[in-house]
């Protein structure tokens, strides 16, 4: 019988160790990096092909998925990885396969693939809910025909617990699992648990998965009939649909990813002298008790000072805030004031950016994707255009423009807000690079809170 290892320290500080991505601006990390800093937006006219959509069905979809090509892309990757996620994906949904692909890029990132953590160490948040809509919606119309001849598959398949099932058996994962759906803030709810994982010492290392969001016509004729969408008066220019923060703004405009963090302890990632591509310092969610969709400036203050709380930091050492942004006139304007609220006189000294102007709203894996994408900034060292930004309704917030600017970060805030008044916030640090350094983001101690953070 093999011998564990003893578990890890509890409340550990937590890095991330590995990142995934497909997205409608790239199928890799660095193609998605590079779409960010280039200012190249995935935003266009959707062909229907489930039936009829919204008049003004513009989106951020991803485009030319091909999941066998992906794999085999991934030179790296040991081949008992690849045939056990052609084995277990090849027939799954669309929605699982790019899950699949953004945690195995995380994975071989990570470098768990060469000196792993034991699978009973390491744990699973799949971010998202309700992500098999698009998937049930194709088959009724032969289930109705036909009932008889439903694949006994779609037992499991519409569950979004067959994430959690296939990842895990692809990965080896055996430890702790769970679906954590928040709305529009499931990648953060998904960050917030792998943290609170890790810090409790219940794994050493934690796969945090943001699910694409495929929509079925259903759903977007619903989000289409209470006015959420925007694209109505840019229906022959798509790529200038989506404004956050601009006074034409008229509403999100959908977009798919599936996106990965790998979440470690800093002793763990010692141990394998793993990079420290970023470090997690903390993160909040607060309810403002509503069961509608308006935001709430109160909600969404609560959020970012619980992060900033959680984290042992002033906002003072903020340098930069990935807005939740969605390019809707009420949820830009709150944020605007929540955001002046929580900076006080620096306010204008924060750089502030959209990523949705670039992605499309992600939904369920948007906190995931902005995650990478803050990360990416600190590590390439700029921040990335906030599109279509031609007249601010702040004209006092520090927004970047048309495109990237050269401006190093080390601190940030990103926000994402979810209908149900579930507000997040969670707060990121750039660690430098370089093997073997996974710990280079000092921390000093303080007299009061949990760990107060230096803000150099």
Not at 144 to 152: A, H, I, V
Not at 155 to 160: I, K, P, R, S, Y
Not at 285 to 300: K, Q, R
Request: proline share 5%; with cysteine; net charge neutral.
């Amino acid at each position: 019988m093999t011998a564990q290892r003893p578990p890890l320290s509890p409340d550990p500080r937590v890095l991330v160790t590995g990142m995934g991505i497909v997205s409608a601006i790239g199928h890799t990390v660095d193609a998605f990096a590079a779409s960010l800093e280039e200012g190249r937006s995935g935003i266009r006219r959707l062909e229907p092909d489930l039936g009829s959509m919204p008049a003004a069905a513009i989106g951020a979809a991803i485009d030319g998925f091909d999941f066998e090509g992906l794999l085999g892309r991934r030179a790296a990757t040991p081949e008992p990885l690849v045939k056990a996620a052609q084995r277990v994906a090849r027939r799954a949904p669309f929605t699982i396969q790019a899950s699949v692909i953004a945690a195995i890029e995380a994975w071989h990132q990570a470098g768990l693939q060469l000196s792993g953590v034991a699978g009973e160490r390491i744990g699973l948040v799949v971010a998202g809910h309700n992500t098999t809509r698009r998937y049930q919606y194709s088959l009724g119309r032969d289930f109705e025909r036909q009932p008889q001849y439903l694949s006994p598959k779609y037992a499991l398949h519409h569950l979004d617990s067959d994430q959690i099932g296939v990842l895990s058996q692809i990965l080896g994962i055996k430890g702790e699992g769970m679906v954590a759906g928040g709305a529009s803030a499931s990648g953060n709810v998904g960050i917030i648990q792998g943290l609170r994982l890790l810090r409790l010492g219940l794994v050493d290392a934690c796969l945090v998965v943001g699910v694409v969001a495929d929509l079925s016509p259903m759903e977007w004729q619903a989000f289409h009939g209470i006015g959420a969408l925007g694209g109505k008066a840019f229906a022959d220019q798509p790529e200038r649909a989506c404004r956050p923060f601009d006074r034409r703004h008229e509403g999100f405009i959908p977009g798919q990813a599936a996106a990965c963090l790998i979440l470690e302890s800093d002793e763990s990632a010692r141990r394998r002298g793993a990079d420290g591509l970023a470090e997690i310092l903390g993160g909040a969610t607060a309810l403002h008790a509503t069961a509608f969709t308006d935001p709430d400036v109160d909600g969404e203050v609560r959020a970012m000072r619980g992060a900033l709380r959680d984290a042992g930091l002033e906002a003072a050492a903020i340098a930069y805030v990935n807005t939740h942004g969605t390019s809707s006139p009420k949820g830009d304007q709150v944020e605007m004031e929540a955001l002046r609220a929580v900076f006080g006189q620096r306010f204008p000294d924060v750089w502030v950016n959209a990523t949705k102007g670039l992605t499309g709203h992600c939904l369920y894996s948007a906190g995931v994707v902005e995650a990478i994408a803050t990360i990416v900034q600190f590590r390439r060292g700029f921040i990335h255009p906030n599109l279509n930004l031609e007249d601010p309704i702040e004209p006092a917030a520090r927004f970047s423009g048309a495109a990237a600017i050269r401006a190093p970060v080390r601190t940030a805030l990103s926000n994402s807000f979810g209908f149900g008044g579930i507000n997040t916030s969670i707060v990121l640090r750039a660690c430098a690079r370089g093997r073997g350094s996974p710990t280079a983001c000092p921390i000093a101690p303080s007299a009061s809170g949990r760990n107060r953070r230096s803000a150099s």
